[in-house]
């Protein structure tokens, strides 16, 4: 005989989670965990990370606390996709106890990251968090930041402007809403299995939907298409109705009229900096002979007619 677990409203799952973390990392109360975790809960932190069930999820926290007893942790967003849900939140606390194999500082320390959940029913099975790793050895004085901090941030902008690109739209399905923005932090991973990143600032409009999506998709933009290339670098509402563009296999919006496309089943969401960096595996490509729209300097370039160097 089977059991199936009767719907939880979205409302219902963000209310348990905001309570039960509220109880567990800001009070102490990790047993409060107990109604949200099923007992076959399992926590993931990056690809290479050991996994953690509920009891040493619990060990973890009540570790955290012991070196910030004055934690605090808000969450900042909640966006909800099935029985999928990805939580934005920022912690801080003062370092008070020996953490890490580091003695007290006193010094305060902020973190902040995202954590992906999967539900069954009305318990939560899995996690998978990322946060930025170097943010807290920063606050630790682990790793220092004086040769950072004597970068000058426009000198190292004009080092990227040197560096020449292609021109991508990274795009996504929201629910049956088109939403995309130019990219041009766009990388191959690897061939075998084929993937892909794709950096995106967090502050920009389409990157919750990137957050929530289980695929995006890439469009490297013609030659010819400089006008599409400045449409989704705008803060536009509507984008996708001053171009002409294609569902695929998939459902991430493809941009007609481009050289190369692909559609990437998204794995990882990392943390780094002001933008998060997603990897995923290829699942579907094609591209067609046509010469790249190029970006460099602060200028885009049409290089159908040069000729390659001999070599």
Not at 4 to 31: F, H, K, N
Not at 206 to 225: M, V, Y
């Amino acid at each position: 005989m089977t059991h199936t677990l009767d719907p939880v409203a979205p409302a219902d799952r963000t209310s348990r989670i905001r309570s039960a973390w509220r109880a567990a990392w800001d009070e102490g109360r990790v047993e409060a965990l107990d109604d949200l975790l099923s007992p076959s809960y399992v926590r993931r932190r990056g690809p290479a990370a050991v996994a953690q069930d509920r009891d040493q999820f619990k060990d973890s926290i009540r570790a955290v606390r012991e070196a910030f007893p004055d934690l605090r942790t808000e969450i900042e967003d909640i966006v909800e996709d099935g029985d999928r849900l990805a939580i934005r939140w920022r912690s801080t606390g003062r370092h008070t106890g020996a953490f890490l194999g580091v003695p007290p500082t006193g010094k305060p320390v902020e973190v902040s990251g995202a954590t992906f959940t999967r539900f069954d029913g009305s318990a939560v099975t899995e996690e998978w968090v990322t946060f930025d790793s170097r943010q807290l050895l920063e606050a630790l004085g682990i790793v220092t930041t004086t040769q950072r901090a004597a970068i000058d941030p426009d000198l190292v902008r004009g080092v990227h402007r040197k560096f020449i690109t292609g021109v991508t739209v990274v795009t996504t399905d929201d629910d049956g809403t088109p939403r995309g923005l130019a990219v041009n932090a766009f990388s191959s991973i690897s061939l075998d299995p084929p993937m892909v990143l794709v950096c995106v600032q967090r502050s920009s409009a389409t990157h919750p939907a990137l957050h929530r999506a289980s695929h995006l998709g890439i469009s490297i933009l013609a030659a010819g298409q400089l006008d599409v290339a400045k449409t989704f670098a705008s803060k536009g509402e509507d984008k996708f109705a001053q171009v002409s563009w294609t569902p695929g296999a998939h459902g991430a919006p493809l941009i007609d009229g481009s050289c190369a496309q692909l559609e990437v089943e998204i794995g990882e969401r990392l943390e780094a900096g002001s933008h998060t960096v997603f990897t995923g595996r290829v699942v579907s490509a094609r591209h067609d002979d046509l010469a790249p729209l190029v970006y460099s300097g602060g200028g885009f370039f049409d290089i159908s007619h040069t000729a390659p160097l001999p070599w």
